[in-house]
Each structure stands twice: as C-alpha cells, then as structure tokens.
C-alpha cells in the first residue's frame, strides 16, 4: 500500500491480520480506490520474496498440534496454497513431524467449496466425524465444517462467527479447550 501511495495505519492492519488474503484486497481497494487485481498482484510479489523463516507461527499454534500428535490425533492443514509451500513453512519451524497431510490448491478438492475438500479429508484420513475439530478464522469453513457435522472452532479476536461451537482469541485457549473435550 505505501508502494501506491497509500500509508496504511496500524491500527487498520491490525484489523486485517487474521483475515483472507481476498478480505483484504476487498477491504483494501474499496476503502483506499485502488484496483483489487494490483493489490493481490502487489501482495504476491512481496510474500514470494519473504523467507519461511521470517513467516513467524501463530503464538501457541506449536504447542496445540504437538498436544494433539501426543494424544495420537491428526493435524491436517487445508491451505490456499500450493502444498510444498505449505510444507516447506511446516518443515522450517519444525512442525513437518506433527501433521499427517497438508492439503493445497493441487489437491482434487482444493479449488472446490470447502465443504467438498472436508468431505474428501473426512474419508481420506478415516477421521470420525464427532471427534473432528475444524479450527479457522473464516466464516465459510466454520459454516462448512458445522454442515458437514464436525465440531468447529473460530480462532478471531473481537470477531465472532456462527454457528461456531467454540470462539478463540488465541491458541493457548485452543489448548485448553481440547485438553478439556471429552476423549
């Protein structure tokens, strides 16, 4: 945005951290008037040039999937990227050894509505249904994972999202919260 011209507070950006890369171009270029296709454009150039390492983990996201690998659980990543991509950010902050898939744009599902990509992940990975938690920051996973039966977290701060069972500002209360569901 400043390459354009338009400094963007902090306070804005703060607002925007845990959003879709989509909701923010869409916040972004309808409230500065800039073109939504040089934005995203903008955006790519800059996330291919920063390194893994410098993709810091969310605070307490380690703790949670070691949590659930130790108890014999499933961390699955579903992303909105290719899959290496994924796995190289796993495997740069040691994370490749607690995840038993990592699900991209590639996968057949992976351009499809989330639902599809859930369904397919349920039968893939032999997951139960009522011991499936789907954790997210958008509003349609939370939706397709509560069609689909699953139990479903929404991980927001100030933000809240229906029909989210549980409601999250951070991942130590993840922790918490499944160290506290019944087995």
Do not use: W
């Amino acid at each position: 945005m400043n390459e354009l011209g338009f400094p963007v507070p902090l306070n804005v950006i703060d607002g925007l951290v845990r959003k879709s890369l989509d909701e923010c171009v869409d916040i972004l270029s309808e409230r500065f008037e800039v073109d939504p296709d040089l934005l995203r454009q903008r955006f790519e150039t800059h996330y291919r040039q920063l390194a893994p390492a410098n993709q810091a983990p969310i605070p307490g996201a380690k703790e949670v999937c070691a949590y659930i690998h130790q108890q014999g659980g499933l961390n699955i990543a579903l992303v909105q990227c290719r899959e290496a991509t994924a796995q190289l950010l796993l495997a740069t902050h040691n994370f490749d050894t607690l995840f038993t898939g990592v699900l991209g744009v590639e996968h057949e599902h992976g351009c499809q509505p989330v639902s599809a990509m859930l369904e397919s992940v349920l039968q893939e990975f032999g997951l139960d249904r009522g011991a499936t938690l789907v954790v997210s920051n958008q509003g349609r996973d939370i939706q397709a994972g509560s069609a689909a039966g699953l139990h479903t977290c929404f991980f927001d701060r100030g933000t809240s999202c229906e029909p989210a069972d549980f409601q999250i500002d951070s991942y130590d209360e993840l922790l918490t919260l499944i160290q506290e569901l019944p087995a």
